[in-house]
C-alpha cells in the first residue's frame, strides 16, 4: 500500500555541523509535506511544510527539498544544536485534497558534543 | 496561544476499567484528530473530525474504542472496556481549514497503561 518511509533510523552529528534527515513517498498523488520534530514526552511540533508546486522551501535555519521525480523529500537543519536532539517525522497527505495525513516511521537525530 | 489540550497526561489503570481520554483543540480549528503512538506501530490515526462530526473511523482498532465530540471545543476517546495491548501514548491533533492545506497542531499526549 502507499507508504511513507524514512532511510535511516538514527542519524548522529557533531553540534555546528549540518543534519540532512532523508523520506522516500511512494504516493504519486501527494501534494503536500510536512516535517514534524517530536522531543521527549511531546507530541509531534510542526517544523515546515511545502506543497507538491514547490521544490525548496526555507525557514528559519530549516530546510526542506522536494523531489516529485524520485519521490523524496528532504530536512535540511543548519548549524545542528543539543536541542535539535529529536525525533524527525515526514508525513504527506494522500492527495486529493484528502484531511488525513500518513506518517513515516522517524528518523533519531542524536547530536555528538 | 493556547495549544491543543489533553487531559490526563498519564493513566495507569487495570484491565477491564474504562478509559476516557480529553481533548481541547485550538480555538478556532475545524478539525480534530486522534493518533495512537507505539513503537512497533509508530503514529496511527484513529479518528478525525470535521465541524464535530466524524469523518473516518476506520483507524479505530476495535468497538471497544468510541470517540465523541459534543462540541468544538472539547472531544472524547473512550476504551471500555481496556486491555494492556491498548497502552500506547494517545496524541489529539487539531487544525483550521483553508483553501489551502494546513499542519495538524498536536498536544503532549496521553500516556496510557494498562496493566
Known amino acids: 500500500g502507499e507508504n511513507v518511509g524514512l532511510h535511516l533510523p538514527t542519524l548522529s552529528v557533531q553540534e555546528g555541523d549540518n543534519s540532512i534527515i532523508n523520506c522516500a513517498y511512494s504516493n504519486s498523488a501527494s501534494d503536500y509535506f510536512i516535517w514534524y520534530k517530536q522531543e521527549s514526552g511531546k507530541g509531534p511540533q510542526f517544523i515546515i511544510d511545502i506543497r507538491s508546486n514547490m521544490d525548496k522551501r526555507q525557514g528559519q535555519r530549516v530546510t526542506v527539498l522536494l523531489n516529485k521525480t524520485v519521490k523524496h523529500l528532504s530536512l535540511q537543519i543548519a548549524a545542528t544544536q543539543p536541542g535539535d536532539s529529536a525525533v524527525y517525522f515526514c508525513a504527506e497527505n494522500m492527495g486529493d485534497r484528502d484531511d488525513k495525513i500518513i506518517f513515516g516511521k522517524g528518523t533519531r537525530l542524536h547530536i555528538l558534543p | 496561544d493556547a495549544g491543543v489540550i489533553q487531559s490526563p497526561r498519564h493513566e495507569v489503570t487495570e484491565m477491564g476499567q474504562e478509559v476516557t481520554l480529553r481533548c481541547k483543540p485550538i480555538?478556532?480549528?475545524?478539525?480534530l484528530f486522534w493518533y495512537r503512538q507505539t513503537m512497533m506501530r509508530g503514529l496511527e490515526l484513529l479518528i478525525y473530525f470535521n465541524n464535530n462530526v466524524p469523518i473516518d473511523d476506520s483507524g479505530m482498532p476495535e468497538d471497544r474504542f468510541s470517540a465523541k465530540m459534543p462540541n468544538a471545543s472539547f472531544s472524547t476517546l473512550k476504551i471500555q472496556p481496556s486491555e494492556p495491548r491498548d497502552s500506547a501514548v494517545y496524541f489529539c491533533a487539531s487544525r483550521a481549514f483553508r483553501d489551502s492545506n494546513q499542519p495538524q497542531h498536536f498536544g503532549d499526549g496521553t500516556r496510557l497503561s494498562i496493566l
Open positions: 480555538s478556532g480549528h475545524d478539525y
